[in-house]
Structures are given as C-alpha cells and as structure tokens.
C-alpha cells in the first residue's frame, strides 16, 4: 500500500507570495491533518479535514487555508508568505471508523517551505 | 489543556550503550492515546507505537521497549544496545480521545556514535 505522498518537496518563495502544499493519503484514509514543524516552535497543528469538511484548526492565521477534495486529497494554501513560514510541513493520514478517527496518523515525507 | 514534555534536547550515547527517553504527558481527559514517532533526518515521521490510557503493559519490540506509568503522567521509550541508525529525532505523542488532534512534545534527538 502506497504511503502518504506529498508534492512539492521543496518550494522556494519571496514574502508575500503564496503558495499551495498538496497531500493524497494512504488509500481508504479519510482523515487528513496538517502539521508545520520549525525548529523553534516544534510541530504544531494547523487543521484536519475529513469528509472534505474541517474537523479541527490549531492556532494559526487566517492566512492559512486548506481544503478536502472527494478523493481524500488535501491541499493547504498560505497566502502573503511571511519569513517566519519558512518550515518542513507535514500531513498525516488517518484511518476513520465510525467517523472517528483510529490510532496512529501516518506522515508524508513533508514539504520544505523557504521564504526568502 | 493537553500537553507533552520531552525534557532531554539532546542524547548522544556510545554504540551499543542503552538509552532512555522520557516523555510525561498532562490530560484531564480519562481516555487517550500516546504514541512515540521517530524522525530520522530524511525528515518523515516514522510511527513507533501506540498505547491507549486503559493499557499500562509494558511492551517491547526487538530492541525497544516501552514504560508506561499512569500514576507519573510518563511513557518512557528505551532502545537497548543502540545502532548508529537509531541516529534520529524522536517523538512523544498524545491524543484524546474527543479528537484527533495530537499534541507533540519537541523532540529528543538522539546521536549514537559510532
């Protein structure tokens, strides 16, 4: 079974630009959530989708967005980049029963953000 | 309010020595999951175990094992006889069970020497 894959790996942007993450999770995996890692702040949530609807938010400006497609497929958009948006960011699939979300979330291999 | 302690930045140990990392979580929620993830520097978060809040067994796995005490709030993570491809950062992990939202401590990396 194929894993989590993310696209693109690495993106280079200048401030106030923005850009657009793509995540497909493991198949039959409804459950998508959004993760930035920086080596100050650690890893932090940014949100969870499922069913195309947004389940849960971390504390994050308005300036980040996602979304779910039918397919399960996520996409995340920042807009204006700042230079402190530069880091890995991570999504995660989850299997979801019951409209639950089980056990462990697997992790893509990430998208690493430079603003310049 | 959830929260994970990873107190230990930084490991750096001899090969073959045992290390222990130690991850103590806070919840009022009475059901809830821990997880330790492991991220070697290619940067994926790899998945290591689960443990839910009403299974205190300890478990091993080849050379991990894993200690869990809820009456500390901690779930400790041992790798005994260390490799140098134990080299990564590790992960504690928290969920509850009103969500599934996890609540990550910041990582102990760990170097094993050669």
């Known amino acids: 079974k194929a894993g989590v894959t993310q696209t693109p790996r690495y993106l280079i942007k200048t401030r106030g630009q923005q850009v657009t993450l793509s995540c497909s999770p493991i198949s039959g995996h409804r459950s998508v959530s959004w993760y930035q890692q920086t080596p100050g702040q650690g890893l932090q949530f940014l949100f969870e989708y499922f069913s195309e609807t947004q389940r849960n938010k971390g504390n994050f400006p308005g300036r980040f967005s996602g979304r779910q497609f039918s397919n399960s497929r996520s996409e995340m958009n920042v807009s204006t980049l700042e230079l402190g948006d530069s880091a890995l960011y991570l999504c995660?699939?989850?299997?979801?029963?019951?409209?639950?979300?089980?056990?462990?979330?697997?992790f893509g291999p990430g998208t690493r953000l430079t603003v310049l | 309010a959830q929260k994970v302690t990873q107190a230990q930045t930084e490991i750096s140990v001899v090969e073959k020595e045992d290390v222990t990392l130690d991850c103590v979580y806070e919840?009022?929620?009475?059901?809830?999951?821990l997880f330790w993830y492991k991220q070697p520097p290619s940067g994926e978060l790899v998945f290591l175990i689960r443990?839910?809040?009403?299974?205190?067994q300890n478990e091993i796995s080849g050379r991990y094992s894993w200690n869990f005490q809820k009456s500390t709030s901690s779930f400790n993570f041992t790798i005994t006889a260390s490799q140098v491809v134990d080299s990564a950062v590790y992960f504690c992990?928290?969920?509850?069970?009103?969500?599934?939202?996890?609540?990550f401590g910041t990582g102990t990396s760990l170097t094993v020497i050669p």
């Open positions: 992990a928290l969920r509850v069970n009103t969500g599934n939202q996890f609540y």
């Open positions: 919840t009022r929620d009475t059901t809830y999951y």
């Open positions: 995660a699939s989850s299997l979801v029963l019951g409209g639950r979300a089980l056990n462990e979330q697997f």
């Open positions: 443990r839910n809040s009403f299974d205190e």
